[in-house]
């Protein structure tokens, strides 16, 4: 379906209808993750590039007008503006939280349902269509894949020892099970018996696949040659 010269109020509804159905099954995706810009927000987003396209569309016959006519304009500015404006919400949604960035997927999902409203506004119904096809396959179906894929992981381990006791050397010990462990601070205090106290901060790091449950498998062998205070778990993957 190319977009008409004259647009009618049947092609308008068709348009409107598959855009409310597009945006509310990409906006469901994130609603169902606990984001923000979830089914309101994703709906209204592509609701607003279709209704851009259709003004567009309509205004079309007034296109081309010479100069000394009642309109000159270039209608392209109208559907380069909604993008533009979603490029605000976008940025509005991604967020740093220490060492990760959460919101990426969302935002770009905010991009996607824009460009299906200009398509589906636009009459590009097919384009429209598949696009959003596309995209429910890439938020739903790929993720069987995302989450299989190995991601660094980090760990901040805390370790005690004893007066007297030397400084365990964790590299060595946890590099023969496939963890990096990297010396980071050292602190030393007097406890009530008088007695010196070592604490040792760590940063371990290994390469896991999300699916996979949390590896603690490297606790038991420093257990072995000091005591565990406490372990700060991470991921470097962004909350999709």
């Not at 004259?6 to 348009?15: A, F, M, P, S, Y």
């Not at 209608?75 to 939280?97: C, D, E, N, S, Y």
Request: aromatic share 6%; proline share 4%.
């Amino acid at each position: 379906m190319q977009m008409p010269l004259h647009v009618t109020w049947t092609d308008i509804i068709l348009r409107l209808v598959l855009t409310m159905i597009a945006g509310a099954m990409l906006g469901f995706n994130r609603g169902a993750r606990g984001h923000a810009a979830g089914l309101r927000t994703t709906t209204l987003v592509t609701l607003a590039a279709s209704a851009a396209m259709i003004q567009c569309n309509i205004l079309l016959p007034l296109d081309g007008k010479q100069s000394g006519s009642f309109a000159v304009m270039d209608l392209m500015r109208l559907p380069l503006g909604i993008l533009t404006g979603v490029g605000f919400i976008g940025g509005g949604v991604i967020l740093k939280k220490g060492g990760s960035i959460t919101g990426v997927t969302t935002a770009a999902t905010l991009w996607v349902a824009t460009v299906i409203g200009l398509c589906l506004g636009g009459g590009q119904l097919g384009l429209g269509i598949a696009s959003t096809a596309l995209g429910l396959f890439t938020l739903w179906g790929m993720q069987w894949i995302d989450v299989r894929i190995p991601r660094e992981h980090s760990a901040t381990l805390v370790v005690t020892t004893g007066p007297g006791t030397p400084t365990p050397r964790l590299e060595e010990l946890l590099a023969a099970r496939g963890y990096r462990a990297q010396f980071q601070q050292q602190n030393r205090w007097l406890n009530d018996r008088n007695e010196e106290e070592i604490e040792t901060r760590f940063a371990v790091a290994w390469r896991q696949a999300e699916r996979a449950a949390p590896s603690l498998d490297f606790v038991a062998p420093v257990q072995e040659v000091c005591r565990v205070k406490s372990i700060e778990m991470t991921s470097e993957r962004d909350r999709r």
